[in-house]
Nanobody
Framework: QVQLVESGGGLVQPGGSLRLSCAASGFTFSLYAMSWYRQAPGKERELVADITSNGGSTNYADFVKGRFTISRDNAKNMVYLQMNSLKPEDAAVYYC??????????????WGQGTQVTVSS
């Protein structure tokens, strides 16, 4: 059974930091690219950051560059999002995503349930 379980969300003041974690199970984690997405009320879900299966390459949305860092630990089946200098506009539900394309270009795409991040004074 595939599971992605996010944790680490909560309430933080502007300028503060949070570290989100995503625990993966039920699939070969080291084969999957991992991403963090977010969705604020009334807005579409948007990509925040992603990391390749071996952790060798990362990509960030412009609105988080220099503030957020994505990382993974393939030995522990974990992916993380370190969020610094948080702004009120970063408030959203943050989702963990796992994606893999096999040799026949079939896509395997899994989502977690999300963790709420609130940035407010």
């Amino acid at each position: 059974q595939v599971q992605l379980v996010e944790s680490g969300g909560g309430l933080v003041q502007p300028g503060g930091s949070l570290r989100l974690s995503c625990a993966a199970s039920g699939f070969t984690f080291s084969l999957y690219a991992m991403s963090w997405y977010r969705q604020a009320p009334g807005k579409e879900r948007e990509l925040v950051a992603d990391i390749t299966s071996n952790g060798g390459s990362t990509n960030y949305a412009d609105f988080v560059k220099g503030r957020f860092t994505i990382s993974r630990d393939n030995a522990k089946n974990m992916v993380y999002l370190q969020m610094n200098s948080l702004k009120p506009e970063d408030a959203a539900v943050y989702y963990c995503n796992a994606r893999f394309k096999d040799r026949l270009w079939r896509t395997y795409d899994y989502w977690g349930q999300g963790t709420q991040v609130t940035v407010s004074s």
